[in-house]
C-alpha cells in the first residue's frame, strides 16, 4: 500500500529563472532573502532534508548527512501564478499565459457582470493588494453595497464583499456567474471569492475564501490516480485549483498550521493514493504583503511540524515539499516572481542524493504516478529510479 504527502510551499522559490527578466523578477530569491532579511532561520529539519544543498541556495546550511533527496525544477509553461504552477506540478504545461488584466477589466466585462448578479455598480476594478483595497473601499462597500473587484499580476478576477452586506451564498453564487463568463477570450485562470468582516474602515478579511478555477487543459496526474482507484485527498484550496477534477476528498483549511493538521488527519485515514496539501500562508500573507519576518516565521513553523508527519509515514510512505512559484517579501513588488521551485523527497526508501535541476515541475506527477505503477501521458522525465534505495 503505497501514498505519496506532497506539499506545496505555496510561493517558496530557490532563486530567479532564466526568463525573469522577462517578467520583472530579476534578483527573486524568495528562500534566500527572506532568510536574510530574518538574519537567518531556524529550520534544522528542513536542512537535514537538504534544503541547504540545492543549488543556488546561499544561506542555509549545507549538510552532508542529509536525509532527504533534493533539487530544483525550473517552469516549462509560460506565467508565474498558482494555476500554472499546479497545474504543471500536476502534469499539464501551458505554451500560452492566462490573461492577466493590468489595467482593469473591460467596460463590456463589468457590463455583463453587474446584469448578470443584478446589482447597479461595483467598486475598485483595479490591480490592488486584498487587504489594502478593503481598507480603501470597505466603508463605501457597506454603504452602497456594490461588490468590490479587484485584480492582480495573476489571472484572477477577485470579488471582496462584507459578509453582512452580501452573504457568503451570494458572494459564491456571485463568483460561479463570473467563472461562466470568463473564458475563451476572456479567460482567467481562477474566480475567486474574498469575504470580510469588520466596521469602520477596520477590515479583516475571512477564512471563507473560495476559488473558481477551470478544468485542467488536459489529464492531470489526479484524475490519472483516481481512475486507478487511488485516493486523491486535497488539503486547502487544491480542489479548487483543480477544479475538483481527480480528486476523491478535500477539505478546505484556515491556515498553515490547520493545513498540517489535515495532512496528519488524512494519513491516518487514507491507507493508499495522494494526500495533497497546499500551505497558503507563505504566499497570501508574507509574500504579498511583502512580510519577510512573517514569511520566516511560517517557515519555522512548518519546520516544527515535519516529524509529526515522518511519525506517521510507513514503510512505503513517500514525502515531498516542493512550491509552484515564487513571491520574494524583500522585492518592491507584491506579486509573484518567475523561480525555480525547490524538491525535497524524505522516505524510508529514499536515496539521500542531488536529483539536480529538472526542465519541468511535470517530472514531479511523473514520478509519482511511475511510483503508482500507472501509465501515463504526461510529458515529464520521471526520477523515480534515481531516489529509490
Known amino acids: 500500500?503505497?501514498?505519496?504527502?506532497?506539499?506545496?510551499?505555496?510561493?517558496?522559490?530557490?532563486?530567479?529563472?532564466?526568463?525573469?527578466?522577462?517578467?520583472?523578477?530579476?534578483?527573486?530569491?524568495?528562500?534566500?532573502?527572506?532568510?536574510?532579511?530574518?538574519?537567518?532561520?531556524?529550520?534544522?529539519?528542513?536542512?537535514?532534508?537538504?534544503?541547504?544543498?540545492?543549488?543556488?541556495?546561499?544561506?542555509?546550511?549545507?549538510?552532508?548527512?542529509?536525509?532527504?533527496?533534493?533539487?530544483?525544477?525550473?517552469?516549462?509553461?509560460?506565467?508565474?501564478?498558482?494555476?500554472?504552477?499546479?497545474?504543471?506540478?500536476?502534469?499539464?504545461?501551458?505554451?500560452?499565459?492566462?490573461?492577466?488584466?493590468?489595467?482593469?477589466?473591460?467596460?463590456?466585462?463589468?457590463?455583463?457582470?453587474?446584469?448578470?448578479?443584478?446589482?447597479?455598480?461595483?467598486?475598485?476594478?483595479?490591480?490592488?493588494?486584498?487587504?489594502?483595497?478593503?481598507?480603501?473601499?470597505?466603508?463605501?462597500?457597506?454603504?452602497t453595497g456594490f461588490p468590490i473587484i479587484y485584480t492582480s499580476a495573476d489571472s484572477v478576477f477577485q470579488i471582496a464583499a462584507h459578509e453582512d452586506v452580501i452573504p457568503l451564498d451570494e458572494l459564491y453564487e456571485m463568483c460561479r456567474i463570473a467563472r461562466e463568463m470568463l473564458v475563451g477570450e476572456n479567460v482567467v485562470g481562477r474566480v475567486i471569492a474574498r469575504p470580510f468582516v469588520g466596521e469602520n474602515g477596520k477590515y479583516k478579511r475571512t477564512s471563507n475564501r473560495r476559488d473558481y478555477a477551470l478544468d485542467p487543459f488536459s489529464k492531470t496526474m489526479l484524475e490519472y490516480l483516481k481512475e486507478n482507484g487511488k485516493e486523491v485527498a486535497a488539503v486547502g484550496k487544491i480542489e479548487d485549483i483543480y477544479n475538483k477534477k481527480g480528486v476523491t476528498k478535500a477539505i478546505h483549511t484556515k491556515d498553515n498550521m490547520d493545513g498540517i493538521d489535515v495532512t496528519l488527519k488524512y494519513m491516518d485515514e487514507i491507507k493508499e493514493g495522494l494526500i495533497f496539501t497546499n500551505l497558503v500562508d507563505f504566499d497570501m500573507l508574507y509574500g504579498h504583503r511583502n512580510d519577510p519576518k512573517g514569511y520566516g516565521n511560517a517557515i519555522e513553523e512548518l519546520d516544527n511540524r515535519l516529524k509529526e508527519i515522518y511519525n506517521k509515514m510507513t514503510e512505503d510512505d513517500i514525502l515531498m515539499l516542493t512550491a509552484d512559484h515564487g513571491c520574494d517579501p524583500t522585492t518592491e513588488s507584491t506579486d509573484h516572481s518567475r523561480e525555480y521551485i525547490p524538491l525535497l523527497v524524505y522516505g524510508n526508501k529514499i536515496n539521500p542524493i542531488n536529483i539536480g535541476t529538472r526542465e519541468s515541475f511535470t517530472d514531479i506527477s511523473k514520478t509519482i504516478l511511475e511510483y503508482f505503477e500507472i501509465e501515463n501521458d504526461i510529458n515529464g522525465k520521471s526520477f523515480l529510479k534515481n531516489i529509490l534505495k
Open 1 to 143: 500500500m503505497k501514498r505519496v504527502v506532497l506539499i506545496v510551499m505555496d510561493s517558496l522559490g530557490v532563486g530567479e529563472l532564466p526568463d525573469a527578466n522577462l517578467y520583472g523578477d530579476v534578483g527573486s530569491h524568495t528562500l534566500d532573502n527572506t532568510y536574510k532579511a530574518c538574519g537567518g532561520l531556524k529550520i534544522d529539519n528542513l536542512e537535514k532534508l537538504g534544503f541547504g544543498n540545492i543549488e543556488g541556495v546561499k544561506y542555509l546550511n549545507k549538510v552532508k548527512d542529509n536525509i532527504g533527496a533534493y533539487g530544483k525544477l525550473a517552469e516549462k509553461s509560460k506565467g508565474k501564478d498558482t494555476v500554472t504552477g499546479h497545474w504543471e506540478i500536476g502534469g499539464v504545461i501551458l505554451d500560452t499565459p492566462l490573461n492577466t488584466y493590468p489595467d482593469g477589466f473591460s467596460k463590456e466585462i463589468i457590463d455583463e457582470f453587474l446584469k448578470k448578479v443584478n446589482k447597479e455598480g461595483i467598486l475598485g476594478n483595479c490591480v490592488a493588494s486584498g487587504t489594502e483595497i478593503i481598507e480603501r473601499l470597505g466603508d463605501e462597500h457597506v454603504k
